[in-house]
């Protein structure tokens, strides 16, 4: 999951500031090339080893990545698919209940 949100800060980084501009491949100098609000968000997407820290890892993540696309779609004149957000939100939502990981509230 954390290789999607990589990809998606690159594609932001291309979607600002051109496609020629150097987002280093596989997060390599990523504080010299993200934008700093993105900087800030990520470092809650990663969590501590324990039920309620993976949680929140993960639903930062979530929230991150769908901040970011919105912006690149907006950005490049595409749609961002807010249905099949809401779907996939309320899909990992349930399981993390289900499995009594974590109940977001």
């Avoid at 690159?10 to 993105?38: C, F, S, T, V």
């Avoid at 979530?62 to 939100?89: C, H, I, P, W």
Wanted: hydrophobic share 50%.
């Amino acid at each position: 999951m954390k290789w999607k949100l990589l990809s998606i800060i690159e594609y932001h980084a291309h979607a600002i500031h051109g496609m020629q501009y150097n987002a280093w491949y596989g997060g390599r100098l990523i504080d010299k090339w993200a934008d700093p609000w993105i900087l800030e968000d990520l470092a809650k997407c990663f969590s501590h080893y324990n039920k309620e820290g993976i949680g929140h890892a993960l639903f930062a993540t979530m929230d991150l990545f769908r901040l970011v696309a919105v912006e690149v779609a907006v950005k490049l004149g595409f749609e961002y698919l807010q249905e099949a957000d809401n779907f996939s939100t309320a899909w990992v939502m349930e399981a993390l209940r289900d499995c009594k990981i974590f109940g977001r509230g």
